[in-house]
């Protein structure tokens, strides 16, 4: 960012939908069409996430207190928004679905914060 002499680092963040784990436990019915015959009463159970919205919202919670274990603050602005004070430099972290910019004046502190 030009206006604050900010070095920018962008990132790719992995989703866990497929790896992720929940809070909570999944059991859905089987699909018309793919009933088994003498299993018809039977359910899937999942121990890993099916959908976005469910990883998001228990990914958001996992991220947020790992960012607040590492001394980020949360924007009051945007909940998206970290930032992190050390001495007179300030380091930004942006998440947005799976991109992420860390932005701060000192590439260091953006090693650091990737650590």
């Not at 996992?62 to 274990?69: R, T």
């Not at 009051?76 to 991109?99: A, F, P, R, S």
Request: glycine content about 4%; proline content about 1%; hydrophobic content about 35%.
């Amino acid at each position: 960012m030009v206006q604050g002499d900010l070095e920018l680092e962008q990132l790719d963040v992995k989703n866990n939908i497929l790896h992720g784990e929940l809070e909570e436990r999944i059991c859905m019915k089987q699909l018309e069409g793919f009933v088994q015959e003498r299993q018809e009463n039977m359910v899937s159970s999942q121990e890993v996430p099916l959908w976005a919205e469910a990883v998001s919202q228990d990914e958001y919670k996992q991220f947020d207190s790992f960012m607040a274990n590492a001394n980020y603050t949360q924007c009051e602005y945007g909940n998206c928004v970290y930032i992190k004070q050390c001495n007179d430099d300030l380091t930004y972290l942006l998440l947005y679905v799976d991109d992420m910019l860390i932005a701060a004046r000192n590439m260091t502190h953006i090693q650091k914060c990737k650590a």
